[in-house]
């Protein structure tokens, strides 16, 4: 017979299961009101979590289980839209890391440089120029949607 420890015990568990599995549907709904820039943030934020979905928790600035995860551009998002959404350029890392860019862009690039290699960052100038020539550039509100619906689909997908 189970005993009444046990239960509760269960009956917690669950209830943290229940309460992660809410706050990620929160985190990846958009209401059909939503501003331009409430979808860019969830767009962003959900790449953030696809790369930590490939590559696992540890922040990918510090190589090291850092505290508090943010979605990181490696070339920064102020760049704009072009940067703003291509998957490579979204990373998992810290805080931390997050802030020391923002502050002093021209270290992190440095860093970023011996991380990644000169090449996958020139790709990502690559695909934002290809972008920029792009039709579909500047995004519309609807393709910030179908944006955001793709990264979302991948992200909920059963690995
Ligand atoms: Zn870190």
């Known amino acids: 017979m189970k005993s009444l420890a046990e ?21 990846l709904w958009v209401a059909d009101t939503a501003s331009r820039t409430s979808v860019k943030a969830k767009i962003v934020r959900a790449l953030g979590l696809l790369d930590r979905q490939r590559n696992g928790n540890s922040c990918r600035i510090h190589g090291a289980p850092c505290v508090g995860g943010v ?14 959404f291509i998957e490579e350029n979204v990373i998992w890392a810290c805080n931390q890391a997050n802030r020391g860019e923002q502050m002093n862009r021209d270290l992190y690039a ?10 996958y960052i020139q790709a990502i100038r690559d695909e934002a120029a290809r972008i920029k020539a792009s039709p579909g550039f500047p995004y519309t509100r609807a393709a910030l949607r179908e944006i955001f619906e793709s990264v979302k689909k991948r992200l909920t997908e059963p690995r």
């Open 110 to 119: 440095q860093k970023h440089r011996q991380i990644f290699g000169d090449a």
């Open 71 to 84: 979605a990181y551009h490696i070339l920064p998002q102020m760049n704009g839209d072009a940067f703003r």
């Open 7 to 27: 239960y509760l015990a269960k009956k917690a568990k669950s209830k943290i299961k229940n309460e992660k599995r809410r706050a990620k549907a929160k985190l």
